[in-house]
Structure formats: C-alpha cells, structure tokens
C-alpha cells in the first residue's frame, strides 16, 4: 500500500453528500466558514460551567426520564444544597467524581455497562452544555449518534438515501430477476473494543486544540481518570453520556479524513459503526486499507478484523440491528429472537403484577418503535396481541 497522507488538522472542510448540492458561491463560502471555525480557540469557559444556571439545567436533564428514582428524589430533596455544594467544589477544584458502578447488560450482546453517581451525572451534562455547541459546529452532517435531530431513523434513511445514489436508482445485477440483486458495494465497518481503546492522551490532545481553558481540560481528565482499564490512560465507561460525546469528537477525525481526503461520498457513521457505498469493489478495498492505516497511526485504533467487510448491495447489509436490502429492511435474527422472549417475559411479569401498566407501557412504546423503522406490521400486530389494553400504535 502506498504512503498515506494525513494532514487532516491544517484544512477542515463541512464535506457532506447532500441530497441537494448547493451552488459553487454557497458551497465555497461553507467551506471557508467551516474552515475558520475549526480554527478558532475558546477560552474563560470554566466559570459558565460553575454557574448556578448551568448546574440547575444539567441537574434537570440528568434527572430526565428518571424522576421516581430513590438517588434522585433524595438529591431534589435538598437541590439549592446539593447544586451550591456541587458548585463550590467545582469553583475550588475540590471536585472528585464518585466511583462507578458496573453491571453486565444482555440485549442481545453481552456488555459491562458502568454507570457514574447522579451528582456526577450533573456534572457530565454542565460541561456538555458548555463545550458541546463548541464541537457540534464542526461535525461532519452524516454523523449520527447522540446529535440533536440525528439519531438511528435519520441514518436509517440516510443510507437508503445513498443506496439509491450508489446503485443508481436500484440497478439491477445482469441475469436477475430479484428486484433486490441491485449492483454496488458497502464496506461495512466498525472499530475494535472502541469504547475500551480510545487513547486519553490522543482525546485530550484533540479537544485541546479548541478548548484552551486549563481548568476545563483538567474537569475532563477527571472524569476519564475514573475508569480503568487493563492499560492505563485508555478507555471510557460505556453508561456515561460524556463518553458518548467524547467517542464523536474522538471520531471526527476519522470522518473528515473520509470526507476530505478519501472523498468518498456515500459515507455516514453511528459510533463507531460506519458504512461507506461505492458501485466498485477495488475502491472500498483502497479505502478500508487506508482507513485502517489512518487509525493505527493517528489514533491508536484498529478495524474490527471480523466486522469489518466489503458486502455486496445485492445481499444483505447488517445496520444499526437490522438487515438492509433494497427494497426492505428486516430485523437481524438475533434481534426477532431477543424482542420475542421479552415480550413473552413482560407478559408474565405483568400478569403477576411485577411491573405496572405505566412501565409496561413505556418498554414496549421504546419496542414499537425500533420495529416499525423494518417491515414488520404482521410481526407487530402478532407480538403485541397480548397487550391490546395498552391501545398501542402499531
């Protein structure tokens, strides 16, 4: 494989597939603008993060779709208390976060799950608040998770978007009578043990290159410190919603050196999960080695070895827990297995009245609406049967 450049710091450019290209005077003008901003620093930022306001918002997200929980009936008990209390810590830089709690999560993949304290949660969101609008101006457009107006039903559409766009409107295979044998590829990828990988030294050193605030970078180096690994400096909690931003703006790079170096145009990413669509197989093969090489060296990572494939579009294309064909979308087998035995589980528990009708209600509205994104309607109205007094929405 030939040398690869990597000069993707110096010429940040917004790179998107739109679906409606803009005229050369706007596209130019976007890119400048994209540029300037990835250059300009922020400092002074600590204070707006220490702020009573600030707090009080953090503390009424971290609260949201939690409110009956014990850990946060007892922190509202005494919330002017708890949030200068908090408040004070952080404008002394007493503040030390609590240790995490872990547990093993099953759905369907097996995964540790470790979770900080309430009042740590806080914190996550009050420096999110603050640095979040920061970074979000740079995010490429096709990048989808934990993004306001992004999400799994916007990339779900976005890559049929591109499916249309790479097979030139579902061309079909010679010598097929399958309306779903369509030509084009996918190199379909993710990364190895992302969350357990990423490299503080490499994430620190990113976000810095914005965020000139000493006492910022030194909050986030807490909150990193906090969970270990086998090897030390690497790593973040798979439960904290900090490293979900963190594993963005960790990505970033990966996503303009797609965008801007490899110029490949059908690309879009969720995590750590990305596909990019190509109508030439040799192609994807130069991008999936450069991309590999890109990672190694810049950001201490490395393709999943067994996840990381070249699929044909005439087959099925494995995505956010479905199996993407081209004229429909079905759940992955694992998946229909999964949400069967559960709805056979809550049934149980309700009729023994484990759980009530409110929390029945709110697990299978989260169901409802994962199988409604595939073609599942007799699925649906034959899984849920049992539910009818929920008046679901199917």
């Known amino acids: 494989?030939?040398?690869?450049?990597?000069?993707?710091?110096?010429?940040?450019?917004?790179l998107n597939a739109n679906e409606h290209p803009a005229d050369n005077h706007n596209r130019s003008r976007g890119m400048a603008l994209a540029g300037?901003?990835?250059?300009?620093?922020?400092?002074?930022?600590?204070?707006?993060?220490?702020?009573?306001?600030?707090?009080?918002?953090?503390?009424?997200?971290?609260?949201?779709?939690?409110?009956?929980?014990?850990?946060?009936?007892?922190?509202e008990k005494d919330l002017k208390e708890n949030l200068f209390q908090l408040q004070n810590e952080l404008q002394n830089e007493t503040y030390r976060p609590q240790p995490l709690k872990t547990f093993i999560l099953r759905d369907p993949k097996t995964r540790k799950i470790s979770v900080s304290s309430f009042r740590d949660r806080i914190v996550h969101h009050a420096l999110i608040q603050i640095i979040g609008p920061i970074f979000e101006k740079?995010?490429?457009?096709?990048?989808?998770?934990?993004?306001?107006?992004?999400?799994?039903?916007?990339?779900?559409?976005?890559?049929?978007?591109?499916?249309?766009k790479a097979t030139h409107n579902g061309q079909k295979l010679p010598y097929t009578l399958n309306c779903n044998h369509v030509c084009g590829?996918?190199?379909?990828?993710?990364?190895?043990?992302?969350?357990?990988?990423?490299?503080?030294?490499?994430?620190?050193e990113i976000?810095?290159?914005?965020?000139?605030?000493?006492?910022?970078?030194?909050?986030?180096?807490?909150?990193?410190?906090?969970?270990?690994?086998?090897?030390?400096r690497k790593g973040m909690p798979l439960g904290n919603w900090t490293s979900?931003?963190?594993?963005n703006i960790y990505l970033d790079r990966l996503d303009y050196f797609v965008k801007h170096q490899l110029q490949a145009e059908y690309y879009l990413r969720y995590v750590d999960d990305f596909i990019i669509l190509h109508k030439d197989r040799k192609i994807l093969g130069r991008y999936q080695?450069?991309?590999?090489?890109?990672?190694?060296?810049?950001?201490?990572?490395?393709?999943?070895?067994?996840?990381?494939?070249?699929?044909?579009?005439?087959?099925?294309?494995?995505?956010?827990?479905?199996?993407?064909?081209?004229?429909?979308?079905?759940?992955?087998?694992?998946?229909?297995?999964t949400v069967k035995s559960l709805m056979i589980k809550l049934q149980e528990e309700y009729s023994s009245e484990k759980i009530n009708k409110k929390e029945l209600?709110?697990?299978?509205?989260?169901?409802?609406?994962?199988?409604?994104?595939?073609?599942?309607?007799?699925?649906?109205?034959?899984?849920?049967?049992p539910f009818k007094d929920l008046n679901l929405t199917l």
């Open 361 to 385: 209600k709110e697990i299978i509205f989260g169901w409802v609406g994962y199988l409604r994104e595939a073609d599942t309607y007799n699925l649906r109205n034959n899984l849920f049967r």
């Open 185 to 204: 590829y996918a190199l379909k990828a993710d990364i190895k043990h992302y969350f357990e990988t990423v490299n503080h030294t490499v994430l620190i």
């Open 244 to 247: 979900q931003f963190f594993a």
């Open 1 to 14: 494989m030939g040398a690869v450049r990597l000069n993707t710091d110096n010429q940040r450019f917004h």
């Open 289 to 337: 080695e450069k991309i590999d090489f890109f990672l190694k060296e810049r950001l201490k990572l490395e393709l999943h070895p067994d996840k990381s494939k070249i699929l044909s579009l005439a087959k099925a294309i494995p995505f956010l827990g479905y199996r993407e064909f081209y004229h429909c979308r079905l759940l992955r087998k694992r998946n229909l297995r």
């Open 36 to 75: 300037r901003d990835s250059m300009k620093t922020y400092k002074r930022l600590y204070s707006k993060l220490c702020t009573y306001t600030n707090l009080e918002s953090a503390f009424r997200k971290a609260k949201k779709r939690k409110s009956t929980r014990p850990y946060v009936i007892e922190f």
């Open 207 to 232: 976000i810095s290159k914005k965020i000139k605030d000493e006492k910022i970078i030194s909050l986030i180096e807490k909150i990193l410190s906090n969970y270990t690994t086998k090897e030390q």
């Open 138 to 164: 740079s995010f490429i457009y096709d990048s989808y998770a934990n993004r306001v107006g992004k999400g799994t039903s916007a990339a779900l559409r976005r890559f049929v978007f591109f499916k249309r």
